[in-house]
């Protein structure tokens, strides 16, 4: 499927059906998990029209293409977005998602703790569902968000997180619903005397890709690894059958892995067993560190990837990811021609609500902006 949006030439899959349900029925849901991935596009930050652009590229040739191809297509997708987001950007935002039943286009600025929000509540118990259901959907058959929301009762229930400028690997939420079922409670072993399974789970991608923008005109990557440690892209709580949101203790990503071994809570004998860092998946996710970053975290390049294995790691993202080279360009291209305004608005949006109000977040994008400003060059230097 070849979209065009304003000059964009987007390459999609083939439309993938939605197997949780009958289209036309909403009184069964045959898949064994009910899996929500939750992504924040431009939350109080509607009257930034570059930064906007910025980010709807990446997510158009970065995010957007990694879930379309997603070899589990049992998932829905729910992207919230301002309200007021500028017309243009959300008729492209809807242009892009609408093939796809079970992709959400929603108004709301609000956050839940298992989406890495402030609000309490998770799809679990139905608060989530409840606020989805009330605000405006632009795309997606609200059916499918309907009877998810009746069934999640009496389902594993999945949340994972995905900012809107980071990928995953396109087995990855298969590989996340099959180690559900093989390791949470579920309605058929409640009734074990022993519990043989968990209450609940944490995923998280051991190994991905980072994408920076650099004056090469296709962008730098490097590899990172951990081992102790949980990136956003991916991250993902499991309930099981049985398991109440506010019984499952929440942590910040970066204190996530270490907490969980330490608290455990899960049920299993090893706290271990509470937590799992993916490694089957080689490269299990791919992040973009660019100016148009709210945290600007990991922005500065370090340890780029030589240039004599540079073509076999495209060649994983192109594979893995479904993102092209070519793509990968123009989303190069825009962010370098237009980084000074970037870097601008992405200042002025720092201390919006719910985003960090960081000063050296600040700092750092208004050096960039200067750099812009007087054409020095931007390549970042490997540390």
Same mark, same amino acid.
């Given at each position: 499927?070849?979209?065009?949006?304003?000059?964009?030439?987007?390459?999609?899959?083939?439309?993938?059906?939605?197997?949780?349900?009958?289209?036309?029925?909403?009184?069964?849901?045959?898949?064994?998990?009910?899996?929500?991935?939750?992504?924040?596009?431009?939350?109080?930050?509607?009257?930034?029209?570059?930064?906007?652009?910025?980010?709807?590229?990446?997510? &158009?040739?970065? #995010?957007?293409?990694?879930?379309?191809?997603?070899?589990?297509?049992?998932?829905?997708?729910?992207?919230?977005?301002?309200?007021?987001?500028?017309?243009? $950007?959300?008729?492209?935002?809807?242009?892009?998602?609408?093939?796809?039943?079970?992709?959400?286009?929603?108004?709301?600025?609000?956050?839940?703790?298992?989406?890495?929000?402030?609000?309490?509540?998770?799809?679990? /118990?139905?608060?989530?569902?409840?606020?989805?259901?009330?605000?405006?959907?632009?795309?997606?058959?609200?059916? $499918?968000?309907?009877?998810?929301?009746?069934?999640?009762?009496?389902?594993?229930? $999945?949340?994972?997180?995905?900012?809107?400028?980071?990928?995953?690997?396109?087995?990855?939420?298969?590989?996340?619903?099959?180690?559900?079922?093989?390791?949470?409670?579920?309605?058929?072993?409640?009734?074990?005397?022993?519990?043989?399974?968990?209450?609940?789970?944490?995923? #998280?991608?051991?190994?991905?890709?980072?994408?920076?923008?650099?004056?090469?005109?296709? =962008?730098?990557?490097?590899?990172?690894?951990?081992?102790?440690? #949980?990136?956003?892209? =991916?991250?993902?709580?499991?309930?099981?059958?049985?398991?109440?949101?506010?019984?499952?203790?929440?942590?910040?990503?970066?204190?996530?892995?270490?907490?969980?071994?330490? /608290?455990?809570?899960?049920?299993?004998?090893?706290?271990?067993?509470?937590?799992?860092l993916v490694s089957d998946i080689d490269i299990a996710a791919m992040r973009s560190r660019t100016v148009t970053s709210a945290g600007m975290m990991g922005v500065t390049l370090e340890g780029?990837?030589?240039?004599?294995?540079?073509? %076999?790691?495209? %060649?994983?993202?192109?594979?893995?990811?479904?993102?092209?080279?070519?793509?990968?360009? $123009?989303?190069?291209?825009?962010?370098?021609?237009?980084? %000074?305004?970037?870097?601008?608005?992405?200042?002025? =949006?720092? #201390?919006?609500?719910?985003?960090?109000?960081?000063?050296?977040?600040?700092?750092?994008?208004?050096?960039?902006? /200067?750099? &812009?400003?007087? =054409?020095?060059?931007?390549?970042?230097?490997?540390?």
């Amino acid at each position: 499927m070849i979209l065009h949006l304003h000059g964009y030439t987007l390459r999609a899959a083939a439309v993938s059906s939605f197997v949780g349900m009958g289209m036309e029925d909403v009184d069964a849901w045959d898949a064994d998990v009910v899996h929500i991935v939750n992504t924040r596009f431009m939350q109080h930050q509607a009257s930034l029209p570059t930064l906007g652009r910025a980010r709807f590229l990446l997510f &158009a040739y970065f #995010c957007f293409p990694s879930m379309a191809h997603q070899t589990s297509q049992n998932f829905l997708w729910i992207i919230r977005t301002d309200p007021n987001l500028d017309e243009t $950007l959300r008729n492209d935002m809807v242009e892009l998602l609408r093939p796809y039943s079970n992709f959400f286009l929603v108004a709301s600025n609000n956050n839940f703790l298992a989406g890495n929000g402030s609000l309490e509540g998770a799809w679990r /118990d139905g608060i989530a569902s409840a606020e989805v259901l009330r605000s405006s959907i632009y795309c997606g058959d609200v059916r $499918l968000l309907r009877a998810a929301r009746k069934f999640e009762s009496e389902k594993i229930v $999945l949340e994972t997180r995905l900012d809107a400028d980071d990928g995953l690997h396109v087995d990855y939420l298969k590989y996340v619903q099959e180690s559900a079922v093989e390791k949470l409670q579920s309605h058929d072993t409640m009734s074990l005397k022993k519990p043989l399974k968990a209450s609940w789970h944490y995923w #998280c991608a051991r190994r991905h890709i980072q994408w920076h923008v650099d004056e090469n005109s296709v =962008g730098e990557l490097n590899k990172v690894e951990h081992s102790h440690f #949980c990136i956003t892209a =991916g991250l993902t709580i499991g309930f099981a059958h049985g398991t109440s949101a506010g019984s499952v203790k929440l942590y910040p990503h970066d204190t996530l892995f270490k907490q969980v071994q330490k /608290d455990g809570g899960c049920g299993m004998e090893s706290n271990e067993r509470c937590i799992e860092l993916v490694s089957d998946i080689d490269i299990a996710a791919m992040r973009s560190r660019t100016v148009t970053s709210a945290g600007m975290m990991g922005v500065t390049l370090e340890g780029k990837i030589d240039g004599n294995r540079l073509k %076999e790691f495209w %060649e994983k993202l192109e594979t893995g990811f479904k993102i092209s080279l070519e793509e990968a360009k $123009l989303v190069n291209s825009f962010i370098l021609k237009n980084l %000074e305004a970037i870097a601008l608005e992405n200042e002025m =949006g720092q #201390c919006t609500e719910g985003h960090s109000c960081k000063t050296k977040s600040k700092e750092k994008l208004l050096r960039m902006r /200067d750099l &812009a400003k007087y =054409g020095a060059k931007l390549t970042p230097v490997a540390k």
